[in-house]
């Protein structure tokens, strides 16, 4: 992929953001979604590529979506080809009660470069660099932890494990616990969960927990781009996730997904902050219909990492 798509990728990330910022705190969802998901499909239609949606939104709770298999881009004859995985508001409930660390966010790969995941859940695991290679999902997370404690050459008590806080993880906390690492417990988010964990200076070492599918998608792809590691399998609720997959090419139903399985080829991964987080920083608004946004850009055949920051000027340049 050509490397001047970063830029235009980040554009889009930053329209979405900034279209689903004016509902921070509001309370109202859905209207924060459809706001993002809005602004990002129409800021597609500057981009000159063949893209594709492979790893959709909103489907598991009847939010909008960009769907699966929808095409988008300013497609012409010499358009590149790009399968597309996104999340146009991950964190719809934080950006409505004005919590911290929503954001925009898209992966994008050359044609077949991602899993085509089911809008089911996925079990997951996700280290940075240094412990890369010493993971297992099939492991328990005691035995994972002292696998990463000896990579990081730190104890135990000193690894910090990021969490959704939800009760399918009772006893996944009880037993982090238990081995005496430290738990960082999230309401939302665990794209940027995942990020923090290859990312330096966050103090999270590890993501533990079943999330959504599509999400670990778009997280394999990030932890591409910094050198992470990542598996997953996916867990379905009921025969009717199972044979939806079936129908998307899944063969092994309880498949143990590597990084390279979910993620290959030469991807690339932008993010931008809608409330202010750990990564990255919200939407900031000030007068005279100016704004400002911070985002992350990334790619895997290099491994460059560039923060964005840019100030939009409406007045001059209209929003999306």
């Known amino acids: ?48 590529m063949d893209g594709t949606v492979v790893i959709g939104e909103g489907e598991r709770d009847e939010a909008p979506m960009l769907y699966i298999g929808e095409k988008v881009g300013n497609k012409t004859d010499d358009a590149p080809a790009i399968d597309i995985a996104l999340d146009p508001l991950e964190g719809t409930t934080i950006c409505a009660t004005g919590g911290v660390g929503s954001i925009s966010v898209m992966a994008m790969a050359e044609r077949g470069g991602f899993l085509h995941a089911p809008d089911t859940y996925m079990d997951k695991i996700a280290v940075g660099p240094a412990a890369k290679g010493c993971i297992d999902i099939d492991k328990s ?85 910094l050198g992470g590691d990542f598996q997953g399998r996916l867990k379905f609720r009921n025969e009717e996730e ?28 932008c993010a931008t902050g809608v409330t202010d987080g750990p990564l990255l920083k919200g939407v900031k608004v000030y007068p005279g219909r100016k704004a400002r946004t911070h985002s992350v850009v990334m790619r895997s055949q290099t491994g460059t990492i560039r923060n964005v920051e840019t100030y939009h000027d409406f007045s001059i340049k209209p929003q999306v």
């Open 242 to 269: 199972k044979e939806r997959a079936l129908r998307m090419g899944v063969k092994d139903l309880n498949k143990k997904y590597t990084l390279n399985e979910l993620a290959s080829g030469n991807v690339m991964f």
């Open 141 to 225: 997370a005691t035995e994972n932890l002292n696998r990463i404690s000896e990579a990081l050459k730190k104890p135990v008590n000193e690894i910090t494990a990021v969490i959704l806080q939800r009760p399918r993880h009772e006893a996944l906390i009880a037993e982090v616990r238990k081995a005496g690492a430290r738990i960082h417990l999230i309401g939302d988010g665990d794209v940027s969960a995942a990020v923090a964990a290859a990312w330096p200076d966050s103090g999270i070492d590890v993501l533990f927990g079943i999330g959504g599918a599509p999400e670990g998608v778009i997280s394999a792809a990030a932890m591409r781009c």
């Open 1 to 48: 992929m050509d490397r001047n798509l970063a830029l235009e990728f980040v554009r889009i990330t930053e329209a979405a953001a900034i279209a689903s910022a004016k509902w921070i705190g509001s309370g109202q969802e859905k209207a924060a979604d459809q706001a993002a998901v809005d602004a990002m499909r129409k800021a597609f239609d500057s981009v000159r």
